[in-house]
């Protein structure tokens, strides 16, 4: 990829935040580029939000440098960074018209009425909203106060263009369009966007990168097809999609990978971690990559058990599989030509070797 | 739904015959009274004419006028000065830390009024505290005249009324939304200027609020410039006081007191103009 040898635009680097005794970043590490959509992703509470008013200057860290083009710039004021940022609720000035906040920024620059004027404009339609420069922001949708809100940071042109869950309170319907425009007005604009969302679906449709994180760090920093095919951990593998979680022992140990030990059935699976005999592991499969016969198949990864549960829901049928040991598997099939298995049959499941992934079971830790 | 609007109203009617009996006649008493000539000892009667109007429009009483609007205005202004950014930064403390300083407003509020005002009288008077301090600092030979002159009675009505611009300034400032100061900051905006393009505009209901309640009472206050103000210190509050209590000239205090309340109308009445949205108004 073309992106490690760019030089990054903006570097964290061993971020630690501390509000009263409460750790909300614990050494949180990353380099934006050029031009990247990049998204924050994880749980609330996980502190993405801080690491967002890090960037912007409204937080100071406890600990870490933040780094714009190879510069400090961790003790800057927020008035100082070539940062802007669209704020969850949107934060539009309620005193001033639509017109006034777009070109509020570039009031505080002095730039002359003549500018101001040709910019708000070009902002107006850049997010749809010409002919809305004389209305109240209490005079408008939300989907409107978004659009304000996005034109008034982008008309300052900055490096990087923070946005703290833009979409959250817009209904779905609005939010997939707005996605979409965003995703353009990105693209079109060529401006680096760092974005928040705890919705794993948002991130994975419009994100070059997402950085997973949880309670104060990253668990995995990739592009979408990284994190959604080859997540490192159970957390990844489960917040990124739908996942199954199989829970086994290391029964071999070879060199492209393990066989592994669950409940009695021998699995094969491949893996690039460290894996010592007699490990405990955790077999990450999606649901949607599963197949369902009514007899064995000759597959070496398969397992047997009893149909507990098949839902039809258009498209696809969501199946509930439990094996003997008593994990529970859940599988989605297309419907279309599909062989009917009946609840309550004993069903095979397989999949090819390649689409299941070893992950590092971080999940109790948390609990 | 009817019924308990109807009762809602029915709830009001108390407060209705209240006003119309307190408020309403005597009002109606008053501004008759201002109408009719000087009686016998402390009475009233006719022939009607509007002679104490006429005599009200005449230098003495129109300069009394004008110092009372200049210093119930200068008063207001530095109750603005002073209140707002001591309401702003309580606005800004910790819960925990906000009660305790509005507990510091509050509490010389539920002292007498009379004996706040005896304190100062102490502290201005020649062998106060605060001329032997600046006399010791060498500041001064002799004791500086504090007590009897308008600066005093200044001070003395700034203290009585900064509660009244403190506590609506606060309110406004407590509902602020502070992520809006972020996004001015963030949009390139200092903190001054941020302060004043969305703090100021945005906390414009509590300090116009703030400036009428501290305007309106500073006309009409008379025991402050009776204690603390010189013997030319004659506000309109002044000038009611004496006409109604020393003189006895019933009708004529009456009259002074229509144009106090006038005034008082007419300050309500820009306010009102002026907008803002029918929660933020205070009345």
């Given at each position: ?152 940071s982008l008309v300052l042109s900055p490096r990087i263009l923070l946005l703290d869950e833009p979409l959250g309170a817009l209904d779905l319907q609005l939010r997939r369009q707005m996605q979409q425009e965003l ?71 070879r060199d492209d990978g393990v066989l592994m030990d669950v409940g009695g059935i021998t699995l094969p699976a491949d893996s690039d971690l460290w894996i010592s005999l007699g490990d405990p592991l955790c077999l ?84 | ?40 000892g402390f009475t009233a009667s006719p022939p009607v004419s509007p002679h104490n109007y006429e005599r009200i429009a005449s230098p003495i009483y129109l300069r009394s006028l004008l110092l009372s609007l200049r ?213």
């Amino acid at each position: 990829m073309p992106v490690a040898e760019r030089q990054a635009l903006l570097s964290l680097r061993d971020l630690h935040k501390v509000f009263d005794t409460q750790e909300a970043l614990s050494g949180v590490s990353l380099d934006v580029y050029e031009g990247e959509f990049l998204t924050l992703l994880g749980p609330s509470g996980c502190g993405k939000t801080t690491t967002l008013r890090i960037i912007a200057g409204l937080e100071m860290p406890s600990r870490g440098v933040v780094l714009l083009n190879g510069e400090d710039i961790t003790s800057l004021p927020p008035e100082k960074r070539q940062v802007n940022t669209v704020f969850q609720n949107y934060a539009l000035f309620p005193h001033m018209n639509v017109e006034k906040n777009i070109a509020y920024g570039l009031r505080m620059r002095g730039a002359s009425r003549q500018e101001m004027k040709e910019a708000t404009e070009k902002m107006l339609q850049l997010v749809q909203l010409e002919g809305y420069g004389k209305r109240q922001p209490s005079q408008l949708s939300g989907g409107q106060r978004q659009r304000v809100a996005i034109a008034r940071s982008l008309v300052l042109s900055p490096r990087i263009l923070l946005l703290d869950e833009p979409l959250g309170a817009l209904d779905l319907q609005l939010r997939r369009q707005m996605q979409q425009e965003l995703k353009r007005m990105q693209q079109s604009l060529g401006i680096t966007f760092i974005y928040i969302t705890h919705d794993q679906e948002e991130a994975l449709g419009m994100s070059d990168r997402i950085a997973l994180m949880r309670d104060g760090r990253f668990v995995q920093v990739g592009s979408p097809e990284a994190l959604y095919e080859k997540p490192e951990t159970a957390f990844a593998a489960s917040f990124i999609g739908e996942t199954n979680l199989l829970h086994g022992r290391a029964a071999a140990v070879r060199d492209d990978g393990v066989l592994m030990d669950v409940g009695g059935i021998t699995l094969p699976a491949d893996s690039d971690l460290w894996i010592s005999l007699g490990d405990p592991l955790c077999l990450s499969i999606r649901a949607e990559r599963l197949y369902m016969s009514a007899a064995p198949v000759k597959e070496p990864c398969q397992v047997s058990g009893i149909l507990t549960e098949s839902r039809y829901a258009g498209g696809e049928r969501v199946c509930v599989i439990r094996l003997p040991d008593g994990q529970v598997l859940k599988s989605r099939h297309p419907t279309e030509g599909e062989v009917p298995c009946v609840v309550g049959d004993k069903v095979c499941l397989w999949w090819h070797q390649a689409s299941a992934v070893i992950v590092r079971d971080d999940l109790e830790a948390a609990s | 739904m009817k019924r308990p609007v109807h009762r809602r109203e029915a709830m009001a009617i108390p407060m209705a015959v209240y006003a119309a009996l307190f408020v309403g006649v005597s009002l109606m008493y008053i501004i008759g009274l201002s109408f009719l000539t000087r009686g016998e000892g402390f009475t009233a009667s006719p022939p009607v004419s509007p002679h104490n109007y006429e005599r009200i429009a005449s230098p003495i009483y129109l300069r009394s006028l004008l110092l009372s609007l200049r210093l119930a205005g200068l008063t207001a202004l530095f109750c603005l000065l002073i209140g707002y950014p001591f309401a702003y930064f309580m606005a800004k403390a910790r819960p925990k830390a906000r009660t305790w300083i509005l507990l510091l407003v509050i509490v010389p509020f539920w002292t007498n009024a009379l004996i706040r005002i005896y304190g100062w009288k102490i502290l201005f008077s020649a062998s106060g505290p605060i001329n032997q301090a600046i006399l010791a600092l060498g500041l001064v030979e002799r004791p500086l005249k504090l007590l009897y002159t308008d600066f005093a009675v200044l001070v003395g009505m700034v203290y009585a009324m900064i509660p009244f611009m403190v506590l609506p300034v606060y309110s406004a400032a407590e509902r602020l939304d502070w992520s809006v100061v972020e996004a001015a900051r963030d949009l390139g905006a200092n903190p001054i200027k941020a302060f004043f393009t969305v703090v100021v505009p945005m906390t414009m209901p509590g300090i116009l609020a703030g400036l009428v309640l501290t305007f309106i009472p500073s006309i009409g206050l008379f025991f402050l410039s009776d204690l603390l103000g010189g013997s030319n210190t004659m506000l309109w509050g002044n000038m009611v006081h004496n006409e109604l209590l020393k003189s006895r000239d019933l009708p004529f205090a009456a009259a002074l007191s229509v144009v106090l309340l006038a005034l008082t109308g007419l300050v309500i009445l820009l306010y009102r103009k002026r907008g803002g949205s029918a929660e933020t108004m205070v009345f």
